[in-house]
């Protein structure tokens, strides 16, 4: 059996956005029931029936989301956490900045592409992870890695990192380099499986679906994907920014090249958008757009959802 919990369903910045005035925070801050708040994009999944966990993506909410879920909640009367480990999709500030969260001498695993890894890892805020109970270990892209903590235990899980089209983490790019400097092992997908034979992916990051993508996920009885925007200009037509959205390493949830025209052809059995930014009007339950994506048979993740294959 695969638990997989939903921490936070939001892109980053999270939802409502600190700093944003736009009429979906708008609603979100003042509580309106149809705009639900979303913190920042992580799952957490367990194949051992809940006694292990390990976290897809750190965001800078974790300390709120381990609160907000008493599966992650210590479990013995000094220090202690069910949370063993990490795996990282790129270095994006939403998906490592909850590694800081995680500093207290806890043993943890971290898991990512050698290039991930080496960016954070040269960052040296980071050495408050303790070396001498954290590890850094490589998840080289095509090959199965077991995931299991620092003391060797197995959990049951296993994962494939496999290449995605996307962008290096913005506070690495590079403005003289062609793609801002951005290389293969930048943004990957997750494909994790269980020893019992349950899979699901996890793409919280993807800004086009090329043939070998579409291939991988053809079938699939359950994929999270990248739901950051409805349209590609969105940023810039709500007047928030001046990027579009595959500037910002994302397809479009709408649009001929979106990810619901994409999917169509795949049969996969449940979809569910993740990592949603604030401007997207598929937050908003009673909007159009949301009656749109659940017509066409995607669920718009949120906070607490947990799925079990
Ligand atoms: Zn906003």
């Not at 017509?295 to 959802?305: I, R």
Request: net charge neutral.
């Amino acid at each position: 059996m695969l638990r997989i919990i939903v921490l936070g369903a939001g892109a980053g910045g999270g939802f409502p956005q600190w700093n944003c005035g736009c009429p979906n925070c708008g609603r979100a801050r003042a509580g309106d029931p149809q705009a639900r708040p979303a913190t920042q994009s992580s799952l957490a999944v367990s194949a051992d029936d809940g006694a292990t966990w390990y976290l897809l993506n750190a965001s800078p909410d974790l300390r709120q989301q381990i609160a907000q879920t008493p599966p992650l909640h210590p479990r013995v009367r000094g220090r202690g956490s069910p949370i063993r480990g990490v795996v990282l999709t790129n270095a994006d500030v939403d998906h490592i900045v909850g590694l800081l969260t995680m500093r207290e001498v806890q043993p943890l695993a971290i898991f990512g592409t050698p290039r991930v890894l080496q960016k954070v890892q040269a960052n040296t805020i980071f050495n408050v992870l303790d070396s001498e109970v954290v590890s850094w270990r490589p998840l080289i892209p095509g090959q199965v890695t077991e995931i299991c903590g620092l003391d060797g235990s197995p959990s049951g899980l296993s994962a494939k990192a496999f290449p995605v089209p996307g962008k290096v983490a913005l506070w690495l790019e590079d403005p003289r380099q062609e793609d801002f400097g951005s290389a293969v092992e930048d943004t990957v997908g997750l494909e994790l499986s269980s020893n019992c034979g349950k899979r699901f992916f996890y793409i919280p990051g993807c800004a086009r679906m090329p043939t070998d993508i579409a291939d991988r996920l053809r079938g699939a009885a359950l994929v999270f994907f990248d739901g950051t925007t409805y349209t590609d200009d969105e940023m810039i037509s709500c007047g928030l920014g001046s990027k579009t959205a595959s500037r910002m390493g994302h397809m479009s949830v709408s649009g001929t090249d979106g990810s619901i025209a994409s999917f169509a052809p795949l049969a996969v059995a449940r979809k569910i958008f993740v990592h949603i930014n604030n401007s997207n009007p598929i937050l908003i339950a009673d909007s159009r757009e949301r009656k749109f994506v659940e017509a066409a048979g995607w669920e718009v993740g949120s906070d607490g959802l947990e799925v079990v294959l």
